[in-house]
């Protein structure tokens, strides 16, 4: 099982900064990588797959990067609707989800 | 615009089955993609439970593969998840989704609301 891991765990951003995300995968999953938004209570909703390409009506301050095992979602100006869990997903082999990173407001 | 509505009982007893129910509206299972079931708990986060096409071609998280059955219903156009011999560790909020392209390789694109399921008695 690939195991993936994000960092840091909480994020504490101003509105209006910009939030980095990271996510490292324990082998080479290529670019089969997703990120996801969970509000509480709600589904998670998908952003990002392919690692870098925006899902169906994904503003573009979202945006993703990397290959192989490291990948990076950024939040260029964050919106007050933005503050949620975000999580990655690798999908080279057997989905597996990494723990999360919650967004909070500083 | 793609929905899916999750039906199906929040309690399960430890060992019985747990059984529930996707219903899709705006797309025809039949045209297309894989759908499954992900699951989510504290203690695990999220995890794929499996994915099934409209032939009925399935596959299982390894994990639970000898408890999982999913089924497809194209008249109804909807699909099933049966977990059997549930136990307090099988407690998470159940999601139906539309799963992607592969039977393995998904990225899930649309999500049901979420059934909150507890195991006990």
């Known amino acids: 099982e690939i195991v993936m891991t994000q960092s840091p765990a909480t994020l504490s951003v101003s509105p209006g900064d910009r939030a980095t995300l990271s996510c490292r995968a324990s082998?080479?999953?290529?670019?089969?990588l997703a990120w996801y938004q969970q509000k509480p209570g709600q589904a998670p909703r998908l952003l990002i797959y392919g690692a870098s390409t925006r899902a169906t009506d994904i503003p573009a301050r979202f945006s993703g990067s990397g290959s192989g095992t490291d990948f990076t979602l950024t939040i260029s100006s964050l919106q007050s609707d933005d503050f949620a869990v975000y999580y990655c997903q690798q999908y080279n082999n057997w989905p597996t989800f990494g723990q999360g990173t919650k967004v909070d407001i500083k | 615009q793609v929905q899916l509505q999750q039906s199906g009982p929040g309690l399960v007893k430890p060992s019985e089955t747990l059984s529930l129910t996707c219903s899709v509206s705006?797309?025809?299972?039949?045209?297309?993609?894989?759908w499954g079931w992900v699951r989510q708990s504290p203690g695990k986060g999220l995890e794929l439970v499996g994915t099934?096409?409209?032939?009925?071609?399935?596959y299982y998280n390894p994990s639970l593969k000898s408890r999982v059955t999913m089924s497809v219903d194209t008249s109804k156009n909807q699909f099933s998840l049966n977990l059997s011999s549930v136990t307090a560790a099988d407690t998470a909020v159940y999601y139906c989704?539309?799963?992607?392209?592969?039977?393995?390789?998904?990225?899930?694109?649309?999500w049901g609301q979420g059934t909150t399921v507890t195991v006990s008695s």
């Open positions: 989704v539309r799963a992607g392209g592969s039977m393995i390789a998904v990225a899930p694109d649309v």
């Open positions: 705006g797309y025809a299972i039949t045209s297309g993609y894989y």
């Open positions: 099934i096409y409209h032939s009925g071609s399935t």
């Open positions: 082998q080479n999953v290529i670019n089969k």
